[in-house]
């Protein structure tokens, strides 16, 4: 195949922005940099505290429309002896690019997501991710991301680019099971965090 280009039935790349895109822009109520963005649903397989085998990867907000996150390589997550499982590492990733929402205020789900693994991520491993926002086209955003072995600065484990579409909270409710949809609703919690949206649960 010629071109580095990934085409689709979209047209055009479909992981950069198309001409035209927006730059991204903070929303003025973004929480400042550093603080932590806590989890958006504590059953999230990424972030949720409640998930036992999960990621609880632990997301800030960065600079611009950034996110910076940890998250530590579990025997759980293992794919090889030893070696995080690469579906694994891809869920750390489509975390942090989601979290960059809490920065721009939109929910979208995740539409496309292409990943680079570029050395493998023993068990006991720290990763450190960054993602940032690349463009808005309408309710497609784009992001990149990029994972760290150990620290801020250690060497590049994983990279990736992604396009969320942005979506109403009917999104969920209408998809979702009835059984989680109700649970989610009736805490009080979870309002907060679709209050933080500014939608109406
Ligand atoms: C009650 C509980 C509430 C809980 C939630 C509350 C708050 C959440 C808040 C914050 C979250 C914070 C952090 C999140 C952190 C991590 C999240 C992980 C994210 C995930 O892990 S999430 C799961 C995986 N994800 C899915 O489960 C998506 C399944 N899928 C669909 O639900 C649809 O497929 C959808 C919605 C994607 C599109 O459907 P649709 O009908 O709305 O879209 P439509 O056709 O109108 O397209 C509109 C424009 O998007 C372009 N477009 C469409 N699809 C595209 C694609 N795949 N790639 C590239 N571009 C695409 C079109 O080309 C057009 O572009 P254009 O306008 O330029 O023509």
Redesign the pocket.
């Known amino acids: 195949m010629s071109g580095a280009t990934a085409t689709d039935s ?1 047209g055009g790349s ?1 992981l950069t922005p198309p001409p035209g895109a927006e730059t991204p822009v903070r929303h003025p109520d973004a929480p400042e940099p550093g603080t932590p963005l806590g989890s ?2 504590e059953q999230c397989f ?1 972030c949720g505290e409640a998930q036992s085998h999960g990621l609880h990867l632990e997301a800030r907000a960065g600079e611009g429309v950034g996110v910076t996150a940890e998250f530590t390589v579990r025997p759980a997550h293992q794919g090889a002896p030893g070696l995080a499982h690469g579906g694994v590492l891809v869920s750390a990733l ?2 942090t690019l ?2 960059v ?2 920065l721009l205020r939109t ?1 979208a ?4 997501l292409e990943t680079e693994f570029v050395r493998p991520v023993p068990v006991g491993t720290t990763l450190h991710l960054r993602a940032h926002c690349t463009g808005v ?4 955003i784009y992001s990149s991301a990029e994972g760290r072995i150990g620290s801020p600065d250690g060497p590049v484990a994983v990279r990736a680019r992604a ?1 969320f ?1 942005e ?1 109403q ?1 009917e ?3 209408k998809n979702g099971r009835p059984e989680e ?1 109700k649970a ?2 009736d805490n009080p919690d ?1 309002h907060k ?2 209050r933080a ?1 500014e939608v109406n ?1």
């Open positions: 979209t479909a958006h649903y990424g489509d975390e989601g979290s929402q809490w929910i789900v995740t539409g496309r086209s309408g309710r497609k396009v579409v979506v909270l999104h969920f409710t949809i989610a609703l979870q965090v679709v949206f649960p």
